[in-house]
């Protein structure tokens, strides 16, 4: 049987760089409910960063398009983040997720992947070239009084 969540969000935005902040803030906003640790509101905003910025800098490299976040929140403390969008999407996910893999440039060290692997339970991604990219994040949370334990 699937299990629903206890308590969900959507949130729109297009994929201008001044939103990143706003989308680190609202993805700590809806997670405080479960009294999470610095810690771990701290892994959560970093990893909502990488894939938001992915977004930003790869999806819609030369033009401005809608990225979805969907999080979910269910019994016990896990929280499950979506990171949405329908840019230019990736031939190979597996490759693109190797670390230090990267079509930016100088610029970029091709870590985001690593980091959102490192920072959360849980890392799925699927992508199809010319429709867009589902990053899907899970993190198990303990809370400040032990809620999730
Ligand atoms: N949403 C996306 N749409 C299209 N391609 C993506 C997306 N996210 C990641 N990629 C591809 O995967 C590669 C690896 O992503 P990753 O975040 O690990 O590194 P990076 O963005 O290149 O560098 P860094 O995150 O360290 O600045 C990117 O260079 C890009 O080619
Ligand atoms: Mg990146």
Redesign the pocket.
């Known amino acids: 049987m699937k299990t629903e969540p206890i308590n969900e969000m959507k949130l729109v935005f297009p994929s201008s760089s001044s939103n990143e902040g706003f989308a680190r803030a609202a993805v700590a906003a809806f997670a405080a409910q479960l009294d999470p640790t610095v810690d771990e509101i701290s892994d959560i905003r970093t990893a909502v960063s ?2 938001v ?3 930003i ?3 819609y490299r030369d033009t401005i398009g809608k990225i979805e976040i969907l999080m979910r929140l269910y019994e016990g403390g896990k929280l499950v983040i979506q990171v949405k ?1 329908k ?4 031939e190979d996910v597996e490759k ?2 190797e ?1 230090l ?4 440039g100088e ?9 959102m692997e490192s920072f959360m339970n849980r890392l799925h991604v699927t ?1 199809r070239p010319g429709k ?2 589902c ?1 899907t994040m899970e993190k198990r949370l303990v809370g400040r009084s032990g809620y999730g334990r």
């Open positions: 990488e894939a910025t992915n977004c800098v790869h999806a969008d840019g230019c999407g990736m693109a997720m670390p893999f990267t079509t930016g610029e970029r060290a091709g870590l985001g992947f690593a980091v992508s867009g990219t990053v």
